[in-house]
């Protein structure tokens, strides 16, 4: 349940981008424990790959960069994936279907239902998203999340103090945009007789999406190119 998300969401009492809250929980109990283990709390480094280096970057973004210091003081992030998840509709119907699998009216009753069921209805509806695309994920909430971590970045509201190293949705197109950008981007051959061009297509698009964009706008913030 940590990245439920949505108008109905809300409105029934439920706070978006819990699995982050969820994060800082776990990394400021490392942060406080550590020196038990012969750490150094000043040194605390945090390391993720594809959807955990995209969550880092969201916390290294969050809250515009202002507000309270972060659990931690590096990060090592290789290849960081996030597809932005901009539309409140499919979050609310996303949301909706939860419910159905999970067989709860609302989020009161979805509160009261056991582990397995939750277990159950995350692994079900994470599959009912089409190929390329994932329902769940950190959303803009206007506070932890003000902003797409590319828009922060590009305007240098991060967290200035954490040292990183870098392993090496679209906006809404109609069809016809949509069409248009992959063809002219990611242009497939004339001669091309592969049952799976379009595919491959689609791969090289969303491979620029949720990775080569992701690690370009983190470099460029820092080092003022990509």
Known sequence: MGFLAGDRFEDEGGFENVGLSDHLVALQWVQDQITKSGGDPTKTTVMGQPAGASSIQHHITSNGGEGKTLPFQQVILQSPSFFPNVN?????????SFLAVAGARDLDRLRQLNTSDIIWSNAVT????????FGYGPVVDSTYVPE???ELQRKSKFHQNITVMMLQLFPHFDATKLHELL??????????????ANISQVAKALGDLAVNCN???HNKARNGKG
């Open 183 to 196: 063809n002219t981007l990611y242009p497939i051959p004339e001669d091309s007789d592969d049952e799976k």
């Open 126 to 133: 994470t599959c009912y998203p089409g190929y390329g695309h």
């Open 148 to 150: 797409l971590t590319s």
């Open 215 to 217: 690690s370009y706008y």
């Open 88 to 96: 409140r509709q499919e979050m609310d119907e996303l949301y909706d």
